[in-house]
């Protein structure tokens, strides 16, 4: 048997051998840089708003910004198999999203100045420890690692062979200017992108090699004046306002006015881009739905040329025409976007933000 | 009270008011037309092999083939609200594919000629009751409800408005000339479309106006002759094999001939697509992954060139280059695609399809 052994192993190349995930050296990533992060004064490292809102936004506001999407970690290793051991918070369960996309990792590669794929992690439960990708060549490369879009983290190691490397990153990939900051819905959050590399921002992070900050609060991005003061704070190259799902034409005409005009105070030049309402499969079907659709989108032109009339000339006007295309085929529910809508919606954002990040 | 309740009904329009599932009545679809199945010999109406085949076939191809990738229900209706209340045998969860599309439903209308998505029926569990679409303009209509992909249906019933008509459709879409049979995998069957319209051999049913046949099989497309038998049996336009991700280059060499010539003993002439294992995006890293890859692609031309040498001029052969597209984004995990992949993949097949599909 031991002969056999040693035979199997002088005689097989190692990298036949499949590697588990017990068999990795895992390093805490809060050694490694994270980006996306808006605000450095979080309770916790994986979060998304200050400290300081804590008592002052709304619950459910509160509770989504401990959810990770638009965070990612950077490293560079040598390793040639890579992994990750990861414990979320709440554990969620949805009926029309991945886990991997829900509470999974998802791991990109710098090849040639771009941002590939290279595999995602899939949970197993509240904590997971897998094997990434394994059999790579021999050689140092930096990597980004993609947090979970609707989930917390209690806890991310990332996992290396024990005699491999892993280190801060030495490429500015994205690059570290302004970055550009969404607001907006579950859709802007990345519901419901088979995995976290796959919501439209972070699509975009790597289409404009620039880093975003995604505060896209599922179910609440009510126009809440409190978020728009934290948002007022960021150094950003660019505002996104992609809310318009979670509000009714009548919250608009109360709110949004002034949501701009607190941005406006802290930030008077910084362009700001308002989106519409994309134009929800099943509102073709659902009467209602469509005209709930139209009215919205209609209040928002009206909200972005009272701005501009008011001497505002750094807001920008995204048309729901062909946000998501128009083979009807871009979501999992009439709603929520599937990596299919989130392409088509990368693809007409990506004009409109690239003269905005220089 | 009562008063109100009135005042209510009088003066809100009906179609503000929200449907409720238990306010519909509901139709045993076992009375209406199911389309895609090769067999009428199954043991229950939702199945996709012959009940002959119980005792021949290995048990995991036979367990898959009591999924319902590939099914639908067809019927016409002139109600403003659909539903449907439905039951499934596994109640099966992963963590890389939404509950919608392992067990969930999917309606499409027939607008001018053309499917159109109207929207999924989200499972709540293995019993599940749900409103799929309301508020729909008055007037008769033919629908389409996709099946699940992975899981199988105990019990489906179609809810309608009570006062509402359910039929047998009128019109014969998709066409009833002789069907697309897909043998393959997990991929073939669906995995990981994020609802049932989205797998790739209903994308081309779709695209084509033509029932499809799915005998896809996760995990499990691994050249079984009995499999080969059945499909012999089915007066197919053209026949797709693409079952490269579940083999190695030994066991086709071993398996693949004796497979197409069991088809080519009752099928002389029927097209036979013989599809390349995609290319998963996770190769441009695994090394490993990447050499099974191009060892079956190669087998594959190999036993394509040997078929055709033999006289077959009914054999036809897909490269992997493009089928996924470049974008390295097509997948959830490295192999199964999301609709991102499949709406690819099914564009870089129609036209093949398309000269056999009359």
């Not at 819905?185 to 900050?213: F, H, K, V, W």
């Not at 362009?271 to 659709?293: C, K, T, W």
Request: hydrophobic residues 40%; contains cysteine.
């Amino acid at each position: 048997m031991r002969h056999l052994l040693i035979f199997l192993i002088v005689v097989f190349p190692l990298a036949a051998m499949a590697i588990t995930a017990d068999s990795l050296k895992y390093v805490d990533a809060s050694t490694l840089p994270v980006i996306g992060k808006g605000f450095e004064d979080t309770q916790n490292r994986y979060e998304r708003l200050p400290a300081t809102l804590q008592d002052v936004t709304r619950p459910p506001v509160w509770n989504l910004s401990k959810n990770c999407s638009g965070l990612a970690i950077r490293f560079r290793t040598n390793s040639t198999a890579i992994g990750a051991k990861w414990e979320v918070t709440g554990d969620v369960v949805m009926n029309h999203f991945t886990m991997t996309g829900i509470k999974g990792l998802d791991l990109y590669c710098l090849e040639n100045g771009k941002w590939q794929f290279v595999n995602s992690a899939r949970p197993t439960g509240k904590t997971s420890q897998v094997v990434i990708i394994q059999n790579m060549p021999e050689g140092e490369k930096e990597y980004m690692l993609y947090l979970p879009l609707y989930d917390g983290l209690a806890q991310l190691e990332i996992g290396v062979l024990p005699s491999a490397e892993i280190k801060a990153p030495e490429v500015n990939s994205p690059q570290t200017g302004k970055p550009v900051v969404f607001y907006g819905t579950s859709i802007t959050q990345g519901g419901c992108a088979s995995r976290a590399g796959m919501a439209y921002p972070n699509i975009l992070s790597r289409m404009l090699d620039r880093e975003i900050i995604n505060l896209g609060f599922s179910g609440n991005g009510k126009l809440d004046y409190e978020v728009a003061e934290a948002m007022a704070t960021i150094d950003a190259s660019c505002f996104v306002i992609d809310c318009l799902p979670n509000v009714t034409a009548d919250l608009m005409k109360e709110k949004y006015d002034r949501f701009l005009e607190i941005i406006r105070e802290k930030k008077p030049e910084t362009p700001i881009i308002m989106v519409e309402n994309i134009l929800y499969p099943h509102m073709y079907f659902d009467q209602n739905v469509h005209q709930a659709v139209v009215d919205k989108n209609i209040a928002l032109k009206q909200i972005f040329d009272a701005q501009e009339k008011k001497g505002d000339r750094n807001v920008y006007y995204v048309k729901a025409d062909d946000l998501i295309g128009h083979s009807q085929e871009a979501t999992v529910d009439g709603v929520h976007l599937t990596d299919f809508g989130f392409v088509q919606m990368a693809d007409q954002l990506y004009p409109v933000l690239k003269k905005h990040v220089k």
